[in-house]
Every structure is written in C-alpha cells, then in structure tokens.
C-alpha cells in the first residue's frame, strides 16, 4: 500500500516531499494549537471576578487561580463582630471563587471553538472541584452558626459570665510507711548535720 498514510505521516515507499508536507502541515497545526492556548492563558490570568455580600458591607475581587487582589469594607463593617466579619469575608471570597470555573470555560470556548474537549474538561472540572459553587442556603450558614457571637454589640447587654475558678492541684499522695520506722525518734527539729 505505497503512498497511503497512517495517523498523518505517510509510510515506507511513499513520495518523501509528501511525507516532508504533512509532518510540516502537523507542526504547523500544533503551533497554533500552542498559540491559542497562550492566548486562554494570557486571558485567563487577567481576570478578576468580585462578589458582594448581601448587605453590601464586603466586596471580594480574586484572579482565576482564586487568590484574592482586592477586598473592600465599608465603615459599616466597625459595628460587626469580629467573627461575623471573619465569616463574611470568607463567604464573599468563597462566591467570588464558584464563578472561576465558568469564567475560564467561557474564554477557552472564545478562543478554542470545540477544540480539545477533554483536556478542557480535565481542567475545568479540577476547578470546579477546588472552588465548587455555592447554593444560597449555604452561603447564608456561612455567616451565621451557633458558634458566632451576637451580630451587634448592645450597650445594655450583659457582660460574659467569668470564667469558673481553677480547680485546685491534685493532693500529694502519702508517703508510704514501714513497720520500722520510729517518729519519736526524730522529731520535726531533726537536724543529721548538727553535731
């Protein structure tokens, strides 16, 4: 079968000029394979994506590798407890971390077409496992467990309970006594170094 190829490359016995043609028609392509994926990088890695928290207190930016580039407060944040401004921050940075996986999605779909449907797939899933969506009614748990304090502090609250007193050491165990030992023989002003 002189002059047929196989995956591309045309075999033993074929014209060497075509041979020659088609590994560089396959070079070429993969260069611009490579182009384009430079370019879904290039794109991806400028990127930001914000959430708000639904007060609107808390604005979280981060990039597509879900590290964060801006957070914004507002002075309404002074009246939160510190715990509930600790959840909240973390909450908004986690909704702002789900839409990474869409996002890169969208660009890879932009400039790739459908090419290359499983490398792709590969990717995107490995996202959506390291920042996975967030239904709502989590979001909401988030911000508020049984742990949390009170949202607000209240003048006419009453102060926290001190803490219980410390328990006292545990009590010295006896030392053990012998048959032989004589007490009135030493008394407590026994001195073995005085003469």
């Known amino acids: 079968m002189t002059g ?8 033993a016995g074929a014209d060497p000029d075509e041979a020659e043609r088609r590994i560089q028609q396959w070079a070429q392509g993969f260069a611009e394979k490579a182009q384009r994926y430079q370019e879904v990088q290039a794109q991806t890695e400028q990127l930001r994506l914000s959430a708000t928290s639904s007060d609107g207190r808390i604005k979280v930016t981060v990039r597509a590798d879900g590290s964060v580039t801006n957070l914004e407060l507002t002075d309404k944040v002074r009246s939160m407890a510190p715990n509930e401004l600790a959840a909240q921050i973390l909450s ?9 996986a869409g996002k890169v999605g969208e660009t890879m779909q932009a400039t790739l077409g459908d090419e290359d449907q499983q490398t792709r797939s590969m990717m995107l899933d490995n996202l959506r496992e390291r920042f996975p969506e967030q239904p709502e009614d989590e979001v909401e748990e988030e911000t508020s467990s049984k742990w949390d304090g009170p949202a607000e502090e209240d003048e006419t609250s009453t102060p926290p309970a001190a803490p219980p007193a410390p328990a006292p050491p545990p009590a010295q165990p006896k030392k053990p006594r012998f048959e032989d030992e004589d007490d009135d ?8 170094l005085r003469d």
Not at 92 to 100: E, F, G, L, P, V
Not at 187 to 192: E, R
Request: net charge negative; proline share 8%; glycine share 12%.
């Open 185 to 192: 023989e030493f008394g407590p002003d026994f001195d073995p």
């Open 4 to 11: 047929q190829s196989s995956g591309g490359f045309a075999v």
């Open 92 to 100: 908004t940075m986690h909704r702002a971390q789900a839409d990474i």
